[in-house]
């Protein structure tokens, strides 16, 4: 198991991004977690996440989050969180972290501070499979912090891309 996964990173350590994390430019992203591969995942869990950010400078992304979770042994939950985001590298490789506000029935709220470690591989231009490994700290009850595996699409918009012309 950890010769594939340091042939994954190596892999995705010589892949070159096809465009700059520039400021100025726009994101927009979908992502799906759970399926097993979260720490919650005692029974069927199935995770959704939008996103929407913006490059505030070179290689700095903030962004926010809106999620939802169904798991079938607990009741559905509603996320809101915002985010920073910071490309380490040329090619890619990112590092998160923010906050996010957690609702679920029955009253139970939750703040969760969490990191993620991703990677954004560029199908063309502008769009991106992003692979992403998150922590989720409860602030409430150590035993409600999750982690796994969340799988993502981004679209990157440049300037030209979302002006309007008259």
């Known amino acids: 198991m950890k010769k594939i996964a340091l042939f994954v990173v190596a892999l995705l ?18 992502s799906m977690s759970g399926l097993d591969l979260s720490s919650q995942a005692k ?25 939802y979770d169904h798991k079938a042994d607990a009741k559905d939950q509603f996320s809101l969180g915002a985010y920073g985001r910071y490309y380490l590298i040329k090619n890619g490789l990112y590092f998160g972290a923010g906050l996010k506000y957690k609702h679920a029935g029955g009253g139970y709220n939750d703040l969760l501070p969490g990191a ?47 002006t309007f012309k008259r």
């Open 116 to 162: 993620q470690l991703g990677y954004a591989f560029f199908l063309s231009r502008t769009v991106t499979l992003e692979p992403e490994l998150y922590f989720d700290l409860s602030t409430k009850k150590f035993g409600n912090s999750c982690y796994g595996l969340r799988v993502g699409i981004g679209v990157y918009l440049f300037k030209d891309q979302y």
């Open 13 to 30: 350590m010589t892949v070159t991004a096809n465009a700059q994390f520039e400021q100025g430019k726009g994101y927009l992203g979908a």
């Open 43 to 67: 029974e069927f869990h199935f995770g959704l996440n939008a996103r929407a950010g913006y490059f505030f400078m070179n290689n700095l992304m903030g962004m926010v989050d809106l999620g």
